[in-house]
């Protein structure tokens, strides 16, 4: 066994789908069914292989030790047991029988114990179940972990509680069973990250920067340059619409958050060399993965980690943009409104000192005009006072 793990998946219909000549698929249905008094539940649960069908025996060798049968509620009571065969020999559902094998040395690293066989499968199973197409709310599973074989494997078993697919004669049916081989290939690859804790690293490393940037997109601590910056996409972010990183609205602009985003990055000693780390830890990652799983599906890329974190960051760099361009549109706003203030007061004030200077006119003109008055009335008396003295 080269691979660190082996996944093999295969499902079983009821008894009554299958015809005279499927005896082996029959019988390997009402084993699972729990309908012998030594059933899979049985084998899972103790390792034994007394009574197991043959090709059980093949594949995972003939002195297995288990670490007991357990569900997503933990090891079961012989009351759960009791109640789990039931519900097996009445279901109508098919039942999937599943084994995980581990290659020796990893086996015994990652999966060595109930604990981590149990932490693995509850956090790992009912996404496996999504992208099978199932509801991982409608599944009953079980499973143990045999470890007294050169290659310690998981056995997992289970079933739809209910039908829930459509027919064309619109009535509600279970799922057919099959599962794609492309789901069964990415969940290998799944697997082996959960286990090993691959990502673990570059998940850390996100947290880290995310909250290094949002500390570092301070706009009271930002130099002039960088505000420049801010102030430029504002000014090509859309009025209207949604402004989000991965909104249609902003596609066009996406490069230019990008650039943005890594200049904040950069002018940090710090932040960039974690920046640098993330990326090695992301290339480390597609070289193993390029290597181990080839035709893995694009959405599984590592560079999904990195197309993530700029977009965590790209909306914090949107955000900052922003607040950025309100405050200048704020400030462009006052000052516009102080510049018309001053304009409207100076052309006040210029008009009230021509209206003062024509009242300064009009008063002089007037005062002219009385002196004028007053000298002919003085130029008049002194003529009725000769008359009145030659008379005399």
Not at 162 to 190: A, R
Not at 219 to 230: H, P
Not at 241 to 264: H, P
Not at 305 to 333: C, M, P, V
């Amino acid at each position: 066994m080269t691979d660190n793990i082996v996944f093999i998946c295969k499902y079983y219909k009821p008894s009554d789908k299958y015809n005279a000549k499927q005896e082996d698929k029959i019988r390997k249905r009402e084993f699972l069914s729990c309908n012998g008094s030594y059933n899979y539940v049985s084998y899972v649960d103790t390792g034994s292989v007394t009574s197991v069908p043959k090709d059980y025996t093949a594949y995972v060798g003939n002195s297995e030790k288990s670490c007991g049968v357990f569900s997503a509620k933990g090891l079961l009571s012989d009351d759960e047991k009791r109640g789990l065969r039931e519900m097996l020999r009445n279901t109508q559902s098919c039942i999937w029988d599943c084994v995980i094998s581990f290659r020796e040395e990893f086996g015994d690293e990652y999966c060595r114990d109930y604990e981590q066989a149990y932490n693995f499968l509850k956090k790992e199973l009912p996404k496996f179940f999504t992208r099978a197409g199932l509801d991982k709310d409608n599944i009953v599973w079980y499973a143990g972990l045999h470890e007294n074989t050169e290659n310690k494997h998981i056995h997992i078993s289970f079933f739809e509680k209910e039908p829930q697919f459509m027919k064309n004669n619109k009535t509600l049916s279970y799922h057919s069973g099959k599962i794609p081989k492309d789901v069964l290939i990415t969940s290998k690859l799944i697997f082996e990250k959960a286990l090993t804790n691959k990502t673990a690293e570059i998940v850390k490393l996100r947290k880290d920067l995310k909250e290094e940037f949002n500390g570092s997109a301070n706009i009271f601590e930002m130099t002039r340059s960088l505000k420049r910056k801010f102030l430029k996409l504002y000014s090509q972010i859309p009025k209207t619409g949604r402004v989000s990183y991965d909104s249609e609205n902003m596609e066009f602009l996406k490069n230019e958050v990008d650039k943005l985003t890594e200049s904040i990055i950069y002018s940090n000693k710090e932040m960039k060399l974690k920046y640098l780390d993330y990326k090695t830890q992301i290339l480390n990652l597609k070289i193993w993965q390029n290597k181990n799983y080839k035709h893995i599906p694009d959405k599984y890329n590592p560079e999904i980690y990195q197309k993530d974190l700029l977009r965590r960051l790209g909306n914090k760099t949107i955000q900052t943009a922003l607040e950025i361009g309100k405050i200048k549109d704020k400030l462009d706003s006052i000052t516009t409104h102080t510049k018309r203030v001053r304009f409207f007061k100076k052309r006040q004030r210029k008009r009230q000192l021509e209206y003062l200077f024509s009242c300064l006119d009009y008063y002089k003109q007037q005062e002219q005009y009385e002196m004028i008055e007053f000298q002919r009335f003085l130029e008049k008396l002194e003529a009725y006072r000769e008359r009145n003295e030659y008379e005399m």
